[in-house]
């Protein structure tokens, strides 16, 4: 009975090992968190974008997501053109009220409205507000945040960047 008991043991003991190995590995040699879609907006292709670029999904009915926006417009206006910051609109948010939102508020930034859910899809499905994305200028996500982002850890994030290119 010791020596299945003993085995078995060791058996775990590799397991674990190995799963810890694995996740070493991912983090120091991985590419982060993926490849952001291969899907444009604007002019900017987000697998590609040749400088750091914020995509924020939110709605007018979200209070999370309004109160962001002067955060944003703080990175925006800190990082100038070696940084930019899309605002993507959900589907389900009445057109007419994401129009009279940007026409009330002047944010230094990108504002895009996913009518059809394309851009929300390409990004996974994203389904909750506020969800944030950070894309490094060679296409990788090094940043994703359900909820509010931390923009102290962003932006070190992008004054790293930002010196790389």
Known sequence: MKQK???SSKLFGFLVI????FLIYLTVFSDGLGKAPNLKIGEIPLNKPLKPILVNFWATSCPS??????EFTKMKNKFADKFEVIAVAMDYDPPEQVAKF???NNYPFIFVKDGSGKIAKAFGGILLTPTSFLIAPNGNIVYQKVGEVDFHIVEQKIANMAVDF
């Open 5 to 7: 008991s003993s085995i």
């Open 18 to 21: 190995a799963l810890l190995g």
């Open 65 to 70: 997501c309004i109160t962001e926006m002067p």
């Open 102 to 104: 940007i026409a009330k």
